[in-house]
């Protein structure tokens, strides 16, 4: 029979969060009565707005017309990558180098492809986890001893830092995965740090890949939403984000990577065009019916409904929040980010948050899976209907 990829044998666990629904399975079909609710998974539950929902509903229409009609597109319709430019980077890049895709996650996925095995890849600790699981699939990184990985350099992000790490120990010409608003911490980095981390990968010759999919949460107009609003990042980043949490596109599937025409490997060559060879050779560009939905996102009035809902879910965090704090527990993120990040002091996360599940049927995401300096902490996500996490709030009580 045909070998396993040895790389698959490497991940030490299920990925999280399928792990996760396995364990509320289990808990309901141990209590077939329970109304369970999930503030565990980062899923988006509100419905997409009309503006945008006609976006794509017209772009589903067209296709059945002779002049409307259109088949592959590769790197994604012009007007959409010159709109992405405009509204999210003031016109700062060509549309040929911005790629449009079926969301962020696939896209690092993809990215990893241009470095291949052997290339150090630091990340924050914790952090989502495609970074590192990716990594260890495409032979980046190995299985290490203990809750690592061998090829990872992990940079803690702590409440004694204020969960932006030391970046000393970013490796020399590797990966820096950066996530800003973090999932799961939900700190967001300020200027100056961000300055200090495209000082780091200039230094070291390391490439940054930003993940900047909740960027649309930010509210403090002090923050920065992008790694492009600090100098230099041209050089040495590359920047994700997605249409997923922003205009509720999870199950629709839209994103887009900038590559700056610039940005060079060691060896001289742009990495831009590897790029598009990469995303030509194993991905055929995103639905088009979804472009035109992110077409009529990016519009004044689907601009508009994309600050309604990102409040919403922000409403739900302030809820989620208070509800916290008011029972002792002391947590960060939440105001700028859709996720809390929830300190229990040396407890195991798996058992706070099998805890939380029994008493109060809520299901949440243990820090530990986020990686191992996650552990201590439970994130919650404000995902979620609000009559939900109102009903959440008031059993959490029971925590107190
Ligand atoms: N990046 C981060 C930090 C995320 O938390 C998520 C989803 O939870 C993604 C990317 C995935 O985005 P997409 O739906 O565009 O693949």
């Not at 060079?264 to 030509?280: K, L, M, P």
């Not at 805890?355 to 820090?367: A, H």
Request: glycine residues 12%; charged residues 20%.
């Amino acid at each position: 029979m045909v070998h396993r990829n040895p790389c698959i044998a490497n991940l030490k666990a299920g990925y999280l969060f399928p792990e996760i629904a396995k364990r509320r399975r289990e808990y309901a079909q141990a209590h077939p009565d329970a109304k369970i609710i999930s503030l565990g998974v980062g899923n988006t539950t509100e419905p997409v707005m009309p503006h945008i929902n006609a976006g794509l509903v017209e772009g589903a229409r067209r296709l059945g017309t002779v002049e409307g009609y259109s088949g592959y597109q590769d790197e994604g319709l012009l007007e959409l990558r010159e709109k992405i430019s405009a509204v999210y980077y003031g016109g700062k890049f060509g549309a040929d180098e911005i790629f449009i895709s079926d969301g962020a996650k696939c896209d690092i996925g993809r990215l990893q492809l241009l470095f291949g095995a052997g290339t150090k890849a630091a990340v924050q600790d914790p952090s989502y986890p495609v970074y590192v699981d990716g990594s260890v699939l495409a032979g980046a990184a190995g299985a290490g001893s203990g809750a690592g990985y061998d090829g990872i350099v992990y940079l803690p992000c702590t409440a004694a830092n204020n969960f932006f790490p030391d970046l000393s120990p970013v490796p020399v010409n590797g990966l820096v995965y950066f996530c800003s608003p973090n999932n799961p911490t939900g700190a967001v980095a300020d200027r100056e740090q961000l300055a200090s981390l495209v000082d780091a990968a200039i230094k070291k010759g390391s490439l940054i890949i930003f993940d900047a999919a909740y960027s649309e949460f930010i509210r403090d107009t002090a923050l920065p939403k992008s790694i492009y609003e600090v100098e230099g990042a041209r050089e040495c980043a590359i920047e994700v984000n997605s249409f997923s949490k922003t205009a509720g596109f999870t199950g629709v599937r839209l994103g887009w990577s900038v590559v700056p025409a610039q940005l060079q490997y060691e060896s001289g060559e742009r990495i831009s065009a590897d790029w598009n060879r990469v995303c030509s050779t194993i991905f055929n560009g995103a639905s088009n019916i979804a472009q035109a939905g992110g077409l009529a996102a990016l519009d004044g009035e689907g601009q508009k409904e994309i600050r309604s809902l990102t409040d919403f879910y922000l409403g739900n965090a302030h809820i989620i929040r208070s509800a916290l704090q008011k029972i002792g527990i002391h947590c960060t993120g939440g105001d700028n980010s859709p996720y809390i990040w929830s300190h229990f002091p040396d407890r195991d996360s798996w058992e706070v948050f099998s805890e939380i599940l029994e008493k109060c049927q809520v299901v949440t995401t243990p820090g530990a899976g986020f990686g191992p300096a996650g552990g201590g902490y439970v994130r919650f996500s404000a995902f979620g209907h609000r009559n939900d996490v109102e009903e959440a709030c008031r059993r959490l009580e029971q925590l107190g």
